[in-house]
T-cell receptor
Framework: GQSLEQPSEVTAVEGAIVQINCTYQ??????LSWYQQHDGGAPTFLSY????GLEETGRFSSFLSRSDSYGYLLLQELQMKDSASYFC??????????????FGKGTKLSVIP | DSGVTQTPKHLITATGQRVTLRCSPR?????VYWYQQSLDQGLQFLIQ???????AKGNILERFSAQQFPDLHSELNLSSLELGDSALYFC???????????FGEGSRLTVL
């Protein structure tokens, strides 16, 4: 079966940089995604890594190392609105061109002034 | 607005009852996913459909069933409800070859 590990909570100061790590064990690994979810809201897509390396989207970057079964999400210039839960998710091939996404339990990020 | 519509937004019912949650995917998306999120828990994958066919099954209880109709909307049926079924149920859709899921706002189910 699949398993994903990420820290349950992280606290960081406004303007700082924070890294949220994710390790995974799965078969049929295809890529790693990151989603953000504010309290009471729907998860929204942040980034996807299909290949090893760093993907940058504005203040957010995501990294993947397939050989280490490890990835991270890097948030720079933290803002109060970044306080949310962040989920890593493993994308697996579920057959005939379809993909299943299995989520970790999420990391609750609190940004403090 | 993700383009995914879920109804109802809130539902309160009693143990032993049956409910149906409905999801309309984004225009053009053929794949629909159902997830359950309990308090302070992650997103538990329930089931996936692609163009009307079941494609993957996760930790979905036998009391739960789903289907995707020819117009691509999907329904999740929850029966013999228990207190522990109280949760937020999300539907998401995607293009079948894409890694990005678009989530609806969820249906919050409370079982009393």
């Amino acid at each position: 079966g699949q398993s994903l590990e990420q820290p349950s909570e992280v606290t960081a100061v406004e303007g700082a940089i924070v890294q949220i790590n994710c390790t995974y064990q799965t078969s049929g690994f295809y890529g790693l995604s990151w989603y953000q979810q504010h309290d009471g809201g729907a998860p929204t897509f942040l980034s996807y890594n299909g290949l090893d390396g760093l993907e940058e989207t504005g203040r957010f970057s995501s990294f993947l190392s397939r050989s280490d079964s490890y990835g991270y999400l890097l948030l720079q210039e933290l803002q109060m609105k970044d306080s949310a839960s962040y989920f890593c998710a493993v994308r697996e091939n579920s057959g005939a061109g379809s993909y299943q996404l299995t989520f970790g339990k999420g990391t609750k990020l609190s940004v403090i002034p | 607005d993700s383009g995914v519509t879920q109804t109802p937004k809130h539902l309160i019912t009693a143990t032993g009852q049956r409910v149906t949650l409905r999801c309309s995917p984004r225009s053009g998306d053929l794949s629909v996913y159902w997830y359950q999120q309990s308090l302070d828990q992650g997103l538990q994958f329930l089931i996936q459909y692609y163009n009307g066919e079941e494609r993957a099954k996760g930790n979905i209880l036998e009391r739960f069933s789903a289907q995707q109709f020819p117009d691509l909307h999907s329904e999740l049926n929850l029966s013999s409800l228990e207190l522990g079924d109280s949760a937020l149920y999300f539907c998401a859709s995607s293009e079948h070859a894409s890694g990005e899921l678009f989530f609806g706002e969820g249906s919050r189910l409370t079982v009393l």
